[in-house]
């Protein structure tokens, strides 16, 4: 019996996202050891479909599953922004988490998140990024935003000629009544735009993480002011890898039927099912391997596999 299904659809932008990777300098540009995201080749494993479960029948007794157990399916991620494979991944799981921070401080506060894009001036595009991200909280701390996430993106795109070039800019969302802009801008050259609200804050994240900047050993996306750590607590999400009826550690796990072993279907599916056929990986020393060897390590040791 199928329990859920969980699948991610593509953003109306991918098609678009697939063309820009390929017909501009996308994978060329580079500042300061600045790059955007999906540049880099996938690992082995990346995007291998595995499955995971729980095989603990008595623990699901007296349960709607009794004589049941859970299975997951999932493809096998890196989760490294710059894998050309894996970076949608990346962006799903910090746009997650960003949202339900956003979603929190909405909640407390009554207040409604906003878009915001403050750019330097011309003259400071070379000041180290840790300088500018200060400089950039004080300029918000001046328009009044009380505080949220700030997402650095060092390129900009010209559509005219297709290209992508150095332009340092940061992507805000958050919280405040934003005023004094054209003071400010007088004052010391700093541009903010207050785009006002959004129709989606997981859509928006997911979007502007899609060509922000990545760089090893920095934070694309950062917290300010009343959303810091410090501040705002943030309930932890579910953990993915237990069993929601027993609450034990999902294990590696494959099916065995008639036919010989089963691959899992190439889409997440959460479901109870009946337990014949399931095993875990390494529930003997003949399963150490891959989940995709164990049909010939199956054919190779039957008689001892049959006698477990």
């Given at each position: 019996?199928?329990?859920?299904?969980?699948?991610?659809?593509?953003?109306?932008?991918?098609?678009?996202?697939?063309?820009?990777?390929?017909?501009?300098?996308?994978?060329?540009?580079?500042?300061?050891?600045?790059?955007?995201?999906?540049?880099?080749?996938?690992?082995?494993?990346?995007?291998?479909?595995?499955?995971?479960?729980?095989?603990?029948?008595?623990?699901?007794?007296?349960?709607?599953?009794?004589?049941?157990?859970?299975?997951?399916?999932?493809?096998?991620?890196?989760?490294?922004?710059?894998?050309?494979?894996?970076?949608?991944?990346?962006?799903?799981?910090?746009?997650?988490?960003?949202?339900?921070?956003?979603?929190?401080?909405?909640?407390?506060?009554?207040?409604?998140?906003?878009?915001?894009?403050?750019?330097?001036?011309?003259?400071?595009?070379?000041?180290?990024?840790?300088?500018?991200?200060?400089?950039?909280?004080?300029?918000?701390?001046?328009?009044?935003?009380?505080?949220?996430?700030?997402?650095?993106?060092?390129?900009?795109?010209?559509?005219?000629?297709?290209?992508?070039?150095?332009?340092?800019?940061?992507?805000?969302?958050?919280?405040?009544?934003?005023?004094?802009?054209?003071?400010?801008?007088?004052?010391?050259g700093w541009i903010v735009?207050?785009?006002?609200?959004?129709?989606?804050?997981?859509?928006?994240?997911?979007?502007?993480?899609?060509?922000?900047?990545?760089?090893?050993?920095?934070?694309?996306?950062?917290?300010?002011?009343?959303?810091?750590?410090?501040?705002?607590?943030?309930?932890?999400?579910?953990?993915?890898?237990?069993?929601?009826?027993?609450?034990?550690?999902?294990?590696?796990?494959?099916?065995?039927?008639?036919?010989?072993?089963?691959?899992p279907p190439e889409t997440?599916?959460?479901?109870?099912?009946?337990?014949?056929?399931?095993?875990?990986?390494?529930?003997?020393?003949?399963?150490?391997?891959p989940i995709s060897n164990?049909?010939?390590?199956?054919?190779?040791?039957?008689?001892?596999?049959?006698?477990?």
């Amino acid at each position: 019996m199928q329990l859920k299904l969980e699948t991610y659809p593509a953003s109306k932008r991918s098609k678009n996202f697939e063309e820009i990777h390929e017909s501009t300098n996308w994978f060329e540009i580079e500042y300061d050891g600045w790059h955007l995201p999906a540049i880099e080749e996938p690992k082995e494993d990346c995007g291998k479909w595995q499955t995971k479960g729980c095989l603990n029948v008595p623990g699901h007794k007296g349960t709607q599953y009794e004589g049941k157990i859970f299975v997951k399916t999932f493809q096998k991620s890196c989760f490294r922004a710059s894998c050309q494979l894996c970076y949608r991944k990346w962006m799903g799981r910090e746009s997650n988490k960003a949202t339900r921070r956003i979603e929190t401080y909405e909640r407390k506060s009554g207040e409604p998140a906003k878009h915001i894009i403050i750019s330097p001036p011309s003259w400071v595009h070379d000041v180290p990024l840790r300088e500018l991200r200060k400089s950039a909280y004080k300029i918000l701390k001046q328009v009044n935003c009380k505080g949220g996430t700030l997402i650095y993106h060092p390129f900009r795109f010209q559509k005219e000629i297709q290209r992508w070039y150095f332009s340092p800019h940061f992507h805000v969302i958050g919280f405040g009544w934003i005023s004094n802009v054209e003071e400010l801008y007088n004052q010391n050259g700093w541009i903010v735009k207050n785009k006002g609200l959004r129709d989606s804050i997981f859509g928006t994240f997911y979007y502007q993480l899609s060509h922000a900047g990545i760089k090893k050993g920095y934070h694309t996306l950062t917290w300010f002011g009343d959303l810091s750590y410090s501040k705002l607590k943030v309930e932890e999400e579910p953990n993915p890898d237990v069993c929601p009826l027993c609450f034990a550690k999902l294990r590696p796990v494959f099916h065995y039927g008639l036919f010989g072993w089963e691959p899992p279907p190439e889409t997440e599916v959460e479901m109870f099912v009946d337990p014949e056929g399931w095993r875990i990986v390494e529930s003997n020393p003949y399963h150490n391997a891959p989940i995709s060897n164990c049909h010939a390590i199956y054919k190779k040791h039957k008689p001892q596999y049959d006698m477990i």
